[in-house]
């Protein structure tokens, strides 16, 4: 079993920045495979960045040299930088984990780009 928690969303003007956290909870986190999602009110969520166990980072293209993902095994903590903020990157950020058949998610946070 494994129990995320996000942290470090808030209101941010165009441009801003911001960076996630997502604490994990329970044993075996350097198994898992990382990711963050995000879902804007009526659209389906949708994949924003993703770490594997070796550290290979993947990025949908829309946030690809704005957002950095990263993670600490020995912390058990994942991380999402995000630079340059636009209004259509305000969602709620979903922080998952993947091993196997086994699957988790975060309950969010949201963040909000406006002026």
């Known amino acids: 079993q494994v129990q995320l928690v996000e942290s470090g969303g808030g209101l941010v003007q165009p441009g801003g920045s911001l960076t996630l956290s997502c604490a994990a909870s329970g044993s075996e986190f350097s198994l898992f495979h990382m990711g963050w999602y995000r879902q804007a009110p009526g659209k389906v969520r949708e994949l924003v960045a993703r770490?594997?166990?070796?550290?290979?980072?993947n990025y949908v293209d829309s946030v690809r040299d704005r957002f950095t993902i990263s993670r600490d095994n020995a912390k058990k903590m994942v991380y999402l930088q995000m630079n340059s903020l636009k209004p259509e990157d305000t969602a709620v950020y979903y922080c998952?984990?993947?091993?196997?058949?086994?699957?988790?998610w975060g309950r969010g946070t949201q963040v909000t780009v406006s002026s």
């Open positions: 770490v594997n166990t070796g550290g290979t980072t």
């Open positions: 998952n984990a993947k091993y196997k058949w086994y699957e988790y």
